[in-house]
C-alpha cells in the first residue's frame, strides 16, 4: 500500500482540460444517479470515493493528493457540464482517503503544505457562519473599466490603479459571498501518550460545509474526520511579515465521529439480532457479559439495561430523560474500575473520567479565552461530548463539592447551562451516567449501616437510579472461584473467560434494541398495574408506621420514575413494543435490592427512603428533636456534652455527635465554648 501510494503521487503533473474530461468519464461512470437525484432534491454535494477514483485513474488521484485545490476545481467545473438544470455551484467531497494520508496533527509539517489529507480531532471552539466576499467588481469613475478582484480571505482588497492612471476611490459595483465558519479543533485525547498535551488547528469551512445539517455534527466535542488540504498564513509582527507561518486546514469533507458511527449492524447482524430467543434474556445475557468480572449478577444486569436505556418523554414542555445512573460504592480491590472501564466499552459512544485527576468544569464546560475571534467562547467537557451515548467517572468520593454540584445538572437535566463572561450557552448533555467511589474511611465497616458510610452529598446521591455495595467479605468457594479466574489469565494453555454469548453480539444487541425499539407504557396493561400496586402498597403498608410518631416514606415517586425506566429498558431488551408484567418484576427486583441496601432504617425495621433523599433517616430525625427539645428546656436554651450524654442515655455517643455536627452546619445551634452547645432560635 505504501509503495502504491508513492508513486501514485510521483505520477506526471496532468493539464487541467484532460483534469476535467477524467472527471466528467468518472463521474459518469460511477456516480451519475447520484448527481442526478442530488440536483431533483436541492442538493449541490456530491460524497465521492477516493478509493473508486484512483481504480478509474490511478493519474487523476495522484493529481488530487499533489493538488487538491485546482484539481477539485476541474472536478467541479466537470460537473457543471453535465445537461441538467440548476447544477451551479455544485461540489464533489472526497471520502476515504488511505491512511497514509491520515496525519495527526502534532505531525503536520512544511513538506504537507498544499496537500490532500485527513486529520483527526475534536471540535473544541467554532464562530459563527458568517458571509465571506471573495470577489469584487470595481468601476473606474474616469473610463469606466471594470476591475475584478479575488481576494485571500481574511484580508480584503481594493484596487490601487486602473490602467487609465487613475489611482484609489473606485466604484464597488457588486461582490461575490460565500457562507464561511471556522473551528477549533484539537487532537482526541484517547490518542495522546503520557503526559502529551493535545495540539489545535484552525479548520475553515465553506459553502455547503456550513449548512444545518453539518452545523450540528460540529458543535463543541463533536469528534470528525476532517479531509481537505494544509495552508500557510504569513505571521505579521507590527504590520509587518515574518518569514513564520500559521498552519490552517481548508475543509473538503467532514465525517463525523457520532454515536452511531461506533458499531456497524450488517444485514446478517441484524438478522440474528432478531432470531435470538428473548426468554430469560437477561439472565443470559448477564451470563456472558463482562466475564473477566466474577459474580456481582445484578450489577451486570443493571448495566446491560443502562446501556439500553428507557425512552424520553416530554409532558408539556417538560422533559423526562430514559437515561439510566448507577453508582457503584465498594472496598479496594473489588473490581470498580474494572466495572466502568469495561460497561462504556460496549456504548456506541463511551466516555470515561475520574473525579481525581478531573473537576467539574473539565467534566462539564468552562468558558476560556476565543483563539479564532478573540473575547470568551465556551468550551463542553466530557459530559457534552459523551451526548448521545454513556459516561463513566471513577474516583466520585474524590471530587471537592464544587465539582459534585457541577454535575447534578447534567444528571438529572441531561445538559448544562453555562452563564459566564458574556456567554449564555446550553450543551445538550444527554449521557447515562455510571460512576465509581470508595466508602467514606476506605474500606466498608461491616457492623456499621452501609448507608452511613458513604461520603457523596444527599442532592448527588439520590440522582442515581440504582446504587450498588461491593463488599469485601471472605469466602471460600468465591474466593477459590476469584484465585482461578486470575490465575488463569497468566496460563497460555487455558482459554481465557469462555462465554455463550460473545461480547460484539451483545455490544450490537444493546446496540440495535436501544434505537429500534420503542416501546410505551399504556394505561391498564399488566406492567402499569403491577409498578403501581407494588409502589402503593409499599407506601400506603408503611402509612400506619412510624417512629415516635414520625410518618415514614419509604419510597417516593423519584424511584417511581427510575421503576419505569428499567422496565421499559427490559421491555426492548426482550425486543417488543409493549412492556409486560415480566419487565415491571425485573425493575421491582433490582428496586427492592437497592432499598434494601441504602433506604432500610436497622435501628426503626423499617425502609426510609430520606436516608437516600435528604442523608437523614427517620431515627435521625427523632434524635435531631431530642436534642432540640433537651435545649428548649434547658436554662439559658445552653447544655454541655456531658450532661446531653446523661439526659439522653440510651443513645450511642457517635451518633449524637454526629446529629450535633448536622445542627452545626444548619445554624440551628453553635457552640460558644468547646462542648457547650446553645440553641439558636
Keep these: 500500500m505504501r509503495y502504491w501510494l508513492i508513486s501514485l503521487m510521483q505520477k506526471k503533473k496532468m493539464e487541467v482540460p484532460e483534469q476535467i474530461e477524467k472527471f466528467k468519464e468518472f463521474l459518469e461512470s460511477y456516480y451519475q444517479e447520484e448527481i442526478f437525484n442530488a440536483v431533483q432534491k436541492g442538493i449541490n454535494f456530491l460524497e465521492v470515493s477516493f478509493s473508486e477514483l484512483s481504480e478509474f485513474d490511478i493519474d487523476l488521484s495522484s493529481e488530487l493528493l499533489e493538488n487538491p485545490e485546482d484539481t477539485l476545481k476541474c472536478a467541479d467545473i466537470a460537473v457543471e457540464q453535465f445537461d441538467l438544470e440548476n447544477i451551479k455551484d455544485f461540489r464533489i467531497r472526497i471520502k476515504g482517503l488511505p491512511k497514509l494520508v491520515q496525519i495527526p496533527i502534532r505531525q503536520l509539517r512544511s513538506d504537507h503544505l498544499g496537500k490532500f489529507l485527513s486529520i483527526k480531532g475534536s471540535v473544541q471552539k467554532k464562530t459563527d457562519v458568517r458571509p465571506q466576499v471573495i470577489v469584487s467588481k470595481f468601476e473606474c469613475p474616469v473610463c469606466g473599466d471594470i476591475i475584478n478582484l479575488l481576494h485571500d480571505p481574511p484580508y480584503y482588497k481594493e484596487p490601487m490603479k486602473c490602467g487609465c492612471g487613475r489611482k484609489g476611490r473606485f466604484h464597488l459595483l457588486s461582490e461575490e459571498m460565500i457562507d464561511h465558519q471556522s473551528m477549533l479543533v484539537e487532537e482526541l485525547h484517547a490518542e495522546l501518550k503520557g503526559d502529551q498535551q493535545p495540539r489545535k488547528l484552525k479548520v475553515n469551512l465553506l459553502k455547503d460545509l456550513t449548512r444545518p445539517l453539518s452545523d450540528d455534527k460540529t458543535n463543541p466535542g463533536a469528534e470528525l474526520t ?145 483563539e479564532l475571534e478573540g473575547g470568551w467562547s465556551a468550551v463542553g467537557g466530557s459530559f457534552p461530548r ?99 479466574t486470575i490465575l488463569d489469565f497468566f496460563d497460555d494453555g487455558v482459554e481465557k473467560y469462555p462465554t455463550e454469548i460473545s461480547a460484539d453480539f451483545i455490544k450490537k444487541y444493546c446496540f440495535y434494541v436501544r434505537n429500534n425499539i420503542h416501546p410505551k407504557l399504556k ?16 407506601r400506603t403498608n408503611y402509612s400506619t408506621r412510624s417512629v415516635d410518631g ?103 455517643e457517635h451518633k449524637i455527635n454526629e446529629i450535633i455536627e448536622k445542627l452545626k452546619m444548619a445554624s440551628d445551634i453553635f457552640e460558644p465554648r468547646n462542648g457547650l452547645y446553645k440553641l439558636l432560635e
Design 386 to 484: 459523551a451526548n448521545g451515548g454513556h459516561i463513566a467517572i471513577d474516583e466520585l468520593d474524590k471530587m471537592n463539592k464544587d465539582d459534585r454540584l457541577a454535575i447534578n445538572e447534567p444528571l438529572s437535566e441531561c445538559k448544562i447551562t453555562i452563564d459566564k463572561a458574556d456567554q449564555h450557552v446550553v450543551f445538550k448533555a444527554r449521557a447515562g451516567a455510571i460512576c465509581a467511589a470508595n466508602p467514606k474511611y476506605g474500606r466498608f465497616d461491616p457492623f456499621g449501616l452501609i448507608a452511613d458510610q458513604i461520603d457523596i452529598p444527599p442532592f448527588l446521591f439520590n440522582r442515581f437510579d440504582l446504587i450498588f455495595p461491593l463488599q469485601d467479605t471472605p469466602n471460600k468457594a468465591e474466593d477459590e472461584q476469584l484465585a482461578e
Design 226 to 370: 476532517i479531509t481537505g488540504w494544509l495552508k500557510g498564513r504569513y505571521i505579521t509582527s507590527k504590520g509587518i511579515k515574518t518569514t513564520d507561518m500559521e498552519l490552517e486546514f481548508h475543509a473538503n469533507h467532514i465525517k463525523s465521529e457520532a454515536a452511531t458511527m461506533d458499531i456497524t449492524l450488517s444485514n446478517e447482524d441484524i438478522e440474528g439480532i432478531k432470531a435470538f430467543d428473548t426468554k430469560d434474556i437477561l439472565n443470559k445475557l448477564s451470563q456472558s457479559f463482562l466475564p473477566y468480572i466474577q459474580g456481582h449478577m445484578n450489577i451486570k444486569k443493571a448495566g446491560i439495561l443502562f446501556l439500553i436505556e428507557g425512552e424520553d418523554f416530554n409532558y408539556g414542555g417538560k422533559a423526562s430523560y430514559g437515561t439510566i445512573n448507577l453508582l457503584l460504592v465498594g472496598d479496594p480491590g473489588k473490581a470498580k474500575s474494572t466495572f466502568l472501564r469495561s460497561i462504556i466499552t460496549y456504548s456506541p459512544k463511551g466516555i470515561y473520567a475520574t473525579g481525581m485527576g478531573g473537576t467539574g468544569i473539565g467534566l462539564t464546560a468552562s468558558v476560556t479565552k476565543n
Design 523 to 538: 394505561k391498564g396493561s399488566k406492567a402499569y398495574s403491577r409498578i403501581k400496586d407494588f409502589f402503593v402498597d409499599l
Design 550 to 652: 414520625k410518618p415514614v416514606v419509604p419510597i417516593s415517586p423519584r424511584q417511581l420514575n427510575t421503576l419505569v425506566k428499567l422496565t421499559i429498558a427490559h421491555c426492548k431488551l426482550r425486543r417488543s413494543a409493549t412492556p409486560s408484567e415480566e419487565d415491571a418484576e425485573v425493575a421491582i427486583s433490582l428496586m427492592t435490592g437497592f432499598l434494601q441496601s441504602f433506604g432500610f432504617d436497622q435501628e426503626a425495621g423499617v425502609f426510609d427512603i430520606d436516608r437516600i433523599d435528604t442523608g437523614t433517616s427517620v431515627s435521625q430525625r427523632d434524635l435531631r428533636e431530642r436534642i432540640l427539645l433537651v435545649l428548649r428546656n434547658e436554662e439559658g436554651k445552653q447544655i454541655r456534652h456531658e450532661q446531653l450524654l446523661e439526659k439522653l442515655n440510651d443513645v450511642e
